[in-house]
């Protein structure tokens, strides 16, 4: 039965058409409505400023870009959109980064129950933060003992990681300027607070920490 009020414009963003169709009438049969589907970051881009859907349920695995990315621009292109993941996947990092550094408001995976979608859904809706059960642990767990990360190494802001992301993957400090829309200056700034964070001198040497404590993987 619909929920008596909940007429919410969603946009459907996953690469499988049978998880759309599937969320299509898992949503509608609760009163919202859906207002757009693309089954890839770049088309999600282009149709969330012609539509303006209030949620937009995003898959954390794109071919392309992935979810994270995408919610980054998207909130640059559609700020009035909150982004709710809907993924397979319950690992701590993408976790942390998808409700960090992405900003998105929810968290949900794929193999919880639909009613649990539709809480995030309606709780999101309402300019709450939503995280399903299972991975709740992970991100509180993170939050209230942020010293160290998960190799014993100093602790990195979510703006550290992913300009050290970034460096172990060999881009300069213009293009990851480009990448995180700040200026080329800032991007030098972080290099080099990251090299006196980590006690390390070179570049390479940040690849090589990048490569160890799983930031990137190795080639």
Do not use: W
Not at 48 to 72: S, Y
Not at 75 to 86: D, Q, T
Not at 143 to 165: F, K, Q
Request: charge should be neutral; aromatic fraction near 2%.
């Amino acid at each position: 039965m619909p929920t008596p009020g909940f007429n919410l414009k969603v946009m459907l963003v996953d690469d499988h058409h049978v998880v759309r169709a599937a969320l299509r009438a898992l949503l509608e049969q609760h009163g919202c409505e859906i207002i757009g589907e693309a089954e890839d970051a770049e088309t999600a881009l282009k149709l969330a400023p012609r539509v303006h859907p209030q949620i937009v349920l995003m898959d954390l695995e794109l071919p392309g870009i992935d979810g994270i990315d995408a919610t980054r621009h998207l909130r640059r292109v559609a700020p009035e959109a909150k982004v709710i993941f809907l993924s397979a996947h319950d690992d701590e990092k993408d976790v942390i980064e998808a409700l960090t550094a992405a900003g998105a408001a929810g968290y949900v995976l794929k193999s919880d129950a639909p009613e649990e979608l539709i809480s995030a859904v309606q709780a999101v809706s309402r300019g709450k933060r939503y995280l399903s059960p299972s991975v709740a642990p992970l991100f509180l767990m993170r939050v209230s003992n942020p010293a160290r990360d998960d190799a014993g190494g100093p602790a990195l802001t979510p703006r550290e990681r992913e300009v050290l992301r970034l460096v172990g993957l060999g881009q300069t400090s213009k293009e990851i300027a480009q990448r995180l829309e700040i200026s080329p200056k800032t991007a030098q700034a972080h290099r080099e607070n990251l090299k006196q964070k980590l006690n390390l001198r070179t570049t390479a040497e940040l690849v090589r920490y990048a490569i160890k404590h799983k930031i990137i993987k190795a080639l």
